[in-house]
């Protein structure tokens, strides 16, 4: 049981983006590595190889296997992943303002003709701008950076969507070769009008809530494991191993199916009744209570790399942006950090946290994950635990005096159902609304599909990582980064990342972190609450079931689940 339903197999837009898309997307695919339990990167060469051909310049050669192949017999190849770095590199995008073309809801209208607009963003791979080389008789692709990148095999060029279908739905070509020279020819010429119709099919036909249409079936191709053989909106999804699947990853198990319900409650009850078998819910103190000690369920706990946060919005004609008070930065500012100055944190660790871990502490780092070797020192140094360490009532209400703003009201935004986020989101309230905000309850079950269109103010939810990456926080903080749903902008903040991408000294790493988040703490970006308490349980009907810190999490090795 997951605590939110798939709604996209395409996870590398900002619609996408999720957790809970990732986990199926990982099911059904596979790649040139993996992360295990202990965050080593392994190789699967059932599916390609990868080298490093040069140093100066950094030059990788990645190879797919022969046994790489599509769900429906298409060979993977060079046209894949020429598709997924034209896509998600940006390097071809030539729509700067997508206000025109966003939905309420998050997803995206079709663009005009030559209007190219792939809604991904890649730094790294923004730094490979000269156009890859295609060798091996399409089954090869060499790619130079131009500039020094220390963490390329973290971030090789990998499938996403595959081109042949992408090719017949977006540009009507059905032959899957000539499809698949289609797209490279679009990306190489820089055909700006078959650029924008993949682009607009690429956005969006792959976001979907329920099982496909029989004409739309190719939006289940895949080249992994697992095939979706079932759907039911906001119930469930059933994978089943794709006989066809000549990779080493084979299941062994008849199926998988993943039910959903946000209530950690209901997940343990599932267990319980026998109804599922394996559970990774958010943990309270009742949760775990209720699992310890159960016979015939193993039960494991411990932190996640996962944190709770506040972020505010900048962008949405609300109370924290600027264009609220006729431009004036200084004036939002100061609403910002009063904001921030009612968040109780401290309060919502003691009350929600240190039941499930003792030593639970608040957070202090955007970037830095506690106990690392570069946490402590960015605690000392950048500012959030001197500044928002403690609540401040009284000088909330001198910075919003000082402002001219009276009763402000933020709508908050956050996981409805959740028992832990609505009990954040009281805490927060009641203190808030001591220093005169008006707090709006903007809960939302469908929240993650909420994220960035500007129906709110402040949002409360947590980031996973899904690499180990030392640049892997980019894309929350720089100007219009994929995870950036708030709008924020500091030019100093992006220069220090593009620094970062390259820099391969581990101190100079450090200190370019520590910069980065004085300016998140003295812009008022938001606040970190807490590291993630984990719970993760399964029945005795199963057996090599284990979870690693960052996505996928529980399904990490799903492949070597076994039946009892």
Same mark, same amino acid.
């Given at each position: 049981?997951?605590?939110?339903?798939?709604?996209?197999?395409? &996870?590398?837009?900002?619609?996408?983006?999720?957790?809970?898309?990732?986990?199926?997307?990982?099911?059904?695919?596979?790649?040139?590595?993996?992360?295990?339990? @202990?965050?080593?990167?392994?190789?699967?060469?059932?599916?390609?190889?990868?080298?490093?051909?040069?140093?100066?310049?950094?030059?990788?050669?990645?190879?797919?296997?022969?046994?790489?192949?599509?769900?429906?017999?298409?060979?993977?190849?060079?046209?894949?992943?020429?598709?997924?770095?034209?896509?998600?590199?940006?390097?071809?995008?030539?729509?700067?303002?997508?206000?025109?073309?966003?939905?309420? !809801?998050?997803?995206?209208?079709?663009?005009?003709?030559?209007?190219?607009?792939?809604?991904?963003?890649?730094?790294?791979?923004?730094?490979?701008?000269?156009?890859?080389?295609?060798?091996?008789?399409?089954?090869?692709?060499?790619?130079?950076?131009? =500039?020094?990148?220390? @963490?390329?095999?973290?971030?090789?060029?990998?499938?996403?969507?595959?081109?042949?279908?992408?090719?017949?739905?977006?540009?009507?070509?059905?032959?899957?070769?000539?499809?698949?020279?289609?797209?490279?020819?679009?990306?190489?010429?820089?055909?700006?009008?078959?650029?924008?119709?993949?682009?607009?099919?690429?956005?969006?036909?792959?976001?979907?809530?329920?099982?496909?249409?029989?004409? !739309?079936?190719?939006?289940?191709?895949?080249?992994? #494991?697992?095939?979706?053989?079932?759907?039911?909106?906001?119930?469930?999804?059933?994978?089943?191993?794709?006989?066809?699947?000549?990779?080493?990853?084979?299941?062994?198990?008849?199926?998988?199916?993943?039910?959903?319900?946000?209530? #950690?409650?209901?997940?343990?009850?599932?267990?319980?009744?026998?109804?599922?078998?394996?559970?990774?819910? /958010?943990?309270?103190?009742?949760?775990?209570?209720?699992?310890?000690?159960?016979?015939?369920?193993?039960?494991?706990?411990?932190?996640?790399?996962?944190?709770?946060?506040? @972020?505010?919005?900048?962008?949405?004609?609300?109370?924290?942006?600027?264009?609220?008070?006729?431009?004036?930065?200084?004036?939002?500012?100061?609403?910002?950090?009063?904001?921030?100055?009612?968040?109780?944190?401290?309060?919502?660790? @003691?009350?929600?946290?240190?039941?499930?871990?003792?030593?639970?502490?608040?957070?202090?780092?955007?970037?830095?994950?506690?106990?690392?070797?570069?946490?402590?020192? &960015?605690?000392?140094?950048?500012? /959030?635990?001197?500044?928002?360490?403690?609540?401040?009532?009284?000088?909330?209400?001198?910075?919003?005096? *000082?402002?001219?703003?009276?009763? #402000?009201?933020?709508?908050?935004?956050?996981?409805?159902?959740?028992?832990?986020?609505?009990?954040?989101?009281?805490?927060?309230?009641?203190?808030?609304?001591?220093?005169?905000?008006?707090?709006?309850?903007?809960?939302?079950? /469908?929240?993650?599909?909420?994220?960035?269109?500007?129906?709110?103010?402040?949002?409360?939810?947590?980031?996973?990582?899904?690499?180990?990456?030392?640049?892997?926080? /980019?894309?929350?903080?720089?100007?219009?980064?994929?995870?950036?749903?708030?709008?924020?902008?500091?030019? *100093?903040?992006? =220069?220090?990342?593009?620094?970062?991408?390259?820099?391969?000294?581990?101190?100079?790493?450090?200190?370019?972190?520590?910069?980065?988040?004085?300016?998140?703490?003295?812009?008022?970006?938001?606040?970190?609450?807490?590291?993630?308490?984990?719970?993760?349980?399964?029945?005795?009907?199963?057996?090599?079931?284990?979870?690693?810190?960052?996505?996928?999490?529980?399904?990490?090795?799903?492949?070597?689940?076994?039946?009892?």
């Amino acid at each position: 049981m997951w605590n939110q339903p798939l709604y996209s197999l395409n &996870s590398n837009t900002s619609f996408g983006n999720a957790t809970a898309n990732a986990n199926i997307i990982y099911m059904m695919n596979d790649s040139f590595n993996y992360y295990d339990r @202990d965050l080593n990167l392994v190789k699967n060469e059932s599916f390609g190889t990868y080298e490093k051909v040069s140093d100066d310049p950094l030059t990788i050669k990645l190879t797919l296997a022969p046994t790489a192949k599509w769900s429906d017999g298409t060979p993977v190849t060079a046209a894949d992943l020429i598709l997924s770095h034209g896509a998600i590199s940006g390097l071809y995008n030539n729509v700067e303002d997508t206000s025109d073309i966003e939905n309420e !809801d998050g997803t995206l209208k079709e663009s005009e003709d030559g209007d190219v607009y792939f809604d991904a963003s890649s730094p790294s791979w923004a730094l490979i701008t000269d156009f890859p080389v295609v060798g091996d008789d399409g089954k090869s692709l060499t790619y130079t950076y131009s =500039k020094p990148y220390a @963490d390329w095999e973290k971030s090789l060029i990998s499938p996403g969507l595959p081109a042949h279908v992408l090719a017949a739905r977006a540009l009507g070509e059905t032959d899957a070769t000539a499809g698949a020279q289609a797209v490279i020819d679009a990306f190489q010429n820089k055909d700006n009008s078959a650029l924008s119709k993949l682009a607009n099919s690429w956005n969006s036909d792959w976001n979907f809530v329920s099982m496909p249409a029989a004409e !739309d079936a190719n939006l289940l191709v895949h080249n992994g #494991p697992m095939k979706i053989t079932e759907f039911v909106e906001n119930q469930h999804v059933v994978l089943e191993p794709d006989d066809a699947y000549e990779g080493q990853n084979k299941p062994q198990v008849d199926r998988i199916t993943i039910r959903y319900n946000e209530d #950690p409650a209901a997940a343990v009850s599932a267990l319980k009744n026998g109804e599922v078998q394996i559970i990774n819910p /958010q943990s309270t103190a009742d949760i775990l209570q209720s699992l310890e000690g159960t016979a015939g369920i193993t039960t494991e706990t411990g932190y996640d790399a996962t944190y709770e946060h506040v @972020d505010l919005t900048f962008n949405n004609n609300g109370p924290f942006d600027p264009a609220s008070y006729g431009g004036d930065a200084e004036k939002a500012l100061k609403v910002r950090q009063a904001f921030l100055l009612t968040i109780p944190r401290q309060e919502i660790v @003691d009350k929600i946290i240190v039941p499930l871990m003792p030593d639970a502490e608040v957070r202090n780092s955007f970037i830095n994950l506690p106990g690392s070797p570069n946490y402590q020192e &960015s605690v000392d140094q950048n500012g /959030q635990k001197d500044v928002y360490g403690t609540v401040d009532i009284e000088r909330a209400k001198a910075l919003l005096a *000082e402002a001219g703003v009276t009763n #402000p009201s933020v709508r908050i935004l956050y996981g409805k159902g959740n028992v832990r986020r609505e009990a954040q989101f009281a805490l927060i309230k009641a203190s808030a609304e001591q220093a005169g905000f008006t707090i709006v309850d903007n809960g939302n079950p /469908q929240w993650g599909q909420k994220l960035g269109d500007k129906t709110y103010d402040a949002s409360l939810f947590g980031w996973q990582s899904t690499s180990t990456a030392v640049a892997e926080s /980019q894309a929350n903080y720089i100007t219009n980064g994929q995870n950036n749903y708030g709008g924020y902008s500091n030019a *100093e903040v992006d =220069k220090l990342y593009d620094e970062l991408l390259v820099e391969t000294d581990p101190q100079r790493q450090k200190e370019i972190t520590i910069e980065v988040e004085k300016h998140l703490v003295n812009d008022a970006f938001g606040v970190t609450i807490f590291q993630f308490p984990g719970i993760m349980a399964f029945d005795d009907s199963v057996s090599n079931v284990s979870k690693t810190t960052i996505s996928p999490t529980i399904f990490w090795n799903f492949w070597e689940w076994e039946v009892a």
